[in-house]
């Protein structure tokens, strides 16, 4: 009876050091495939950055990616992805929030692109979409060569290109640009 312990007492050893071992490996395994290319991640960021002492943009977002030190084409790069919040700042007031799949902000330049799923609403109402989107910080512009919706109060603009100067208030569309509007008339039914 006392060896037929021992034998149970090892042989339950042996499978909790089995299993903890494969647990293990396998986790350590699952974070090497996560961010190959990244010296950082970080869950759960918030991205703050300030134009002359007023603040530009607040973004937070599900992760944040920092490239490693040996990728030099990608050293001044900042990865958000997934975003959940996003506001732009003109004038110390909130003038546009934003959604979008992934943001690559450029340190250096503080330029930033919007990728994936874009909406940019503005304040007072208008929702502008598309798949691309480039922020030039030094003119404080926005600029797509993508093809753009914007949804206004009485209608609908689609463009081939846009480019958006932020303080001016000021939209440029080119490229077959249509507008559908919704009209209303006097002897109508509708309000």
Same mark, same amino acid.
């Given at each position: 009876?006392?060896?037929?312990k021992i034998i149970l007492a090892i042989l339950?050893?042996?499978?909790?050091?089995?299993?903890?071992?494969?647990?293990?490996?396998?986790?350590?395994?699952?974070?090497?495939?996560?961010?190959?290319?990244?010296?950082?991640?970080?869950?759960?960021?918030?991205?703050?950055?300030?134009?002359?002492?007023?603040?530009?943009?607040?973004?937070?977002?599900?992760?944040?990616?920092?490239?490693?030190? *040996?990728?030099?084409?990608?050293?001044?790069?900042?990865?958000?992805?997934?975003?959940?919040?996003?506001?732009?700042?003109?004038?110390?007031?909130? *003038?546009?929030?934003?959604?979008?799949? *992934?943001?690559?902000?450029?340190?250096?330049?503080? =330029?930033?692109?919007?990728?994936?799923?874009?909406?940019?609403?503005?304040?007072?109402?208008?929702?502008?979409?598309?798949?691309?989107?480039?922020?030039?910080?030094?003119?404080?512009?926005?600029?797509?060569?993508?093809?753009?919706?914007?949804?206004? =109060?009485?209608?609908?603009?689609?463009?081939k290109k846009m480019r958006m100067d932020v $303080?001016?208030?000021?939209?440029?569309?080119?490229?077959?640009?249509?507008?559908?509007? $919704?009209?209303?008339?006097?002897?109508?039914?509708?309000?």
């Amino acid at each position: 009876m006392k060896k037929i312990k021992i034998i149970l007492a090892i042989l339950f050893i042996s499978l909790t050091f089995a299993s903890l071992s494969f647990f293990y490996s396998n986790e350590s395994q699952e974070e090497d495939d996560t961010s190959p290319n990244y010296q950082y991640q970080i869950d759960s960021p918030r991205v703050i950055t300030y134009n002359n002492g007023d603040k530009r943009w607040d973004i937070t977002a599900n992760q944040i990616l920092i490239p490693k030190d *040996e990728d030099k084409k990608k050293e001044t790069e900042v990865i958000l992805k997934d975003i959940q919040k996003g506001e732009l700042f003109n004038k110390g007031e909130v *003038e546009y929030t934003l959604d979008a799949e *992934e943001i690559v902000y450029f340190k250096g330049s503080k =330029d930033i692109k919007l990728k994936g799923n874009i909406r940019l609403d503005k304040v007072d109402g208008e929702e502008i979409r598309t798949e691309k989107l480039d922020w030039l910080d030094k003119r404080k512009e926005f600029v797509t060569d993508n093809d753009v919706k914007v949804t206004l =109060d009485d209608g609908e603009l689609f463009a081939k290109k846009m480019r958006m100067d932020v $303080e001016n208030d000021i939209i440029d569309f080119s490229g077959n640009v249509e507008m559908e509007f $919704e009209l209303k008339g006097v002897g109508s039914d509708e309000d």
